[in-house]
């Protein structure tokens, strides 16, 4: 155990899960230096965040001249440039319509202030969630969150008037045969459809929150169909619909957003992650009429859009558009799933998946997942999993990462699995 791990072990409670104990010293592009000076190849981009790798210079320049300028004066006090300038690009790329953008620190920030605007504008409380999706660890968020039920463990009752439904993942479908995406996705509107005559009267429901590609539940993409029924019934029953794009965000999919990419504008948006480029930043993000309707003063923070995360993320927005990062996204994903191709007759692999560069390989337990993703880190590859039971392993490699690096990062992946030596399911 190194020095470092040793000190983190003694000073931090147990709450905080881990992937792994690795220890950095830096980054640079896609790859990590340990603390004893290995090279770890980063196929997680810190959980989706650094679109452009690690240290990218003009990022770097971006952050350490603003830095010198302005740290902090908080977005309620004072306007300043990196503020009103990442709003204004931010609103050129999001769908025609959203054009206003509220800024706060994090994806379970950014998902608070969409619970709250979206209830104040409509004057409804009812929201309506889908099994399986992930959208944060505050109360609130954590109330919408069903990617697994260990995050309410423990915490009492949370938001009332919260209703699950749900989300069309073939492979989980309750419906028995039904592994074809469509007849899943039609299962689940009737299933929604149930649930508002018989749970929850549909003149009640403020807003739709969904993943339209579920993250932290296993890299499922929704149907563009089922975004396609959503978007109808949400203006049918005067409901908002809120896609949570805090993973999918930011050209990981291959557009700007999964919206776009799925052909289906919602009417709110939430994003993080990749925002900030590295620095703690998220948004809400609504057309200008819906957000004049949330009042003044009910709701704000000190740190929203602060100097530097702002100057990170234009940074990290104009290297996404100036190398044609997004576009790339379509490519690296092709490359990833081809890399993939000798698991495919591997007995415990499930399913390959992918939208973009988000790719997923599932496999029918965790115990291949998680020994195979340990040992392709022994051999310098960092991936990380999800899925309900961390059965899925997901590949999110920087947008600018070499393609040779990437093919020789998901060979070393394919050996780890075939490799693994993993007790039979049960
Ligand atoms: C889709 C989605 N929403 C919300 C969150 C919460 O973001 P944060 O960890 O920044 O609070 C996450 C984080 O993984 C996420 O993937």
């Given at each position: 155990m190194s020095d470092l791990e040793a000190r983190a072990r003694k000073i931090f409670p147990n709450v905080l899960g881990h992937y792994t104990w690795?220890?950095?010293d830096r980054g640079e592009g896609s790859w990590l230096i340990t603390t004893d000076g290995k090279r770890v190849l980063d196929l997680t981009c810190g959980i989706a965040v650094t679109v452009v790798g690690h240290a990218h210079p003009r990022v770097v320049k971006a952050v350490t001249d603003q830095a010198s300028r302005l740290m902090h004066i908080s977005a309620g006090v004072a306007k300043y440039e990196a503020n009103v300038a990442l709003a204004e690009t931010l609103a050129t790329l999001t769908p025609t319509g959203l054009d206003a953008i509220v800024f706060g620190n994090s994806g379970a920030e950014a998902v608070e202030a969409a619970i709250k605007l979206t209830r104040q504008a409509t004057g409804r409380e009812a929201i309506i969630v889908f099994r399986g999706g992930f959208h944060g660890r505050t109360t609130g968020a954590a109330t919408l969150t069903t990617s697994k039920s260990a995050y309410r463990r423990g915490y009492g009752a949370l938001l009332p008037e919260v209703y699950v439904a749900p989300f069309p993942y073939p492979l989980a479908c309750a419906v028995?045969?039904?592994?074809?995406?469509?007849?899943?996705?039609?299962?689940?509107?009737?299933e929604l459809d149930?649930?508002?005559?018989?749970?929850?009267?549909p003149e009640h429901v403020a807003a739709i929150f969904i993943e339209p590609v579920l993250g932290e539940g296993g890299y499922v993409a929704a149907p563009a169909s089922f975004l396609r029924a959503l978007r109808v019934l949400a203006t049918r029953i005067g409901?908002?619909?809120?896609?949570?794009?805090?993973?999918?965000?930011l050209g990981r999919t291959g557009a700007w957003f999964a919206g776009q990419k799925l052909g289906v504008t919602p009417d709110v948006m939430t994003l993080a992650k990749a925002l900030?480029?590295?620095?703690?930043?998220?948004?809400v993000v609504a057309p200008r009429e819906l957000m004049a309707k949330w009042r003044t003063g009910t709701h704000g923070s000190t740190f929203g859009g602060n100097p530097v995360s702002c100057a990170c993320g234009l940074a990290t927005i104009q290297v996404l558009r100036d190398e044609g990062l997004v576009a790339r996204a379509e490519m690296l994903g092709q490359l990833m799933v081809e890399e993939l191709t000798p698991l495919r007759s591997h007995p415990r692999l499930r399913e390959v998946r992918r939208i973009g560069a988000m790719v997923a390989a599932e496999f029918d337990d965790k115990a291949v997942s998680k020994t195979a993703t340990a040992a392709a880190?022994?051999?310098?590859?960092?991936?990380?999993?999800?899925g309900f039971?961390?059965?899925?392993?997901?590949?999110i490699p920087a947008l600018n990462i070499g393609e040779e690096d990437l093919r020789k990062g998901m060979r070393v992946f394919v050996e780890a699995v075939k490799t693994a030596q993993v007790p039979a399911p049960a």
């Open positions: 690795l220890t950095i028995p045969g039904a592994h074809d995406a469509e007849a899943c996705a039609a299962h689940c509107l009737a149930a649930m508002l005559e018989h749970e929850v009267p409901a908002l619909l809120v896609f949570d794009e805090i993973q999918t965000g900030g480029g590295g620095l703690p930043l998220g948004a880190l022994e051999r310098g590859v960092l991936v990380i999993t999800c039971h961390d059965q899925v392993v997901r590949f």
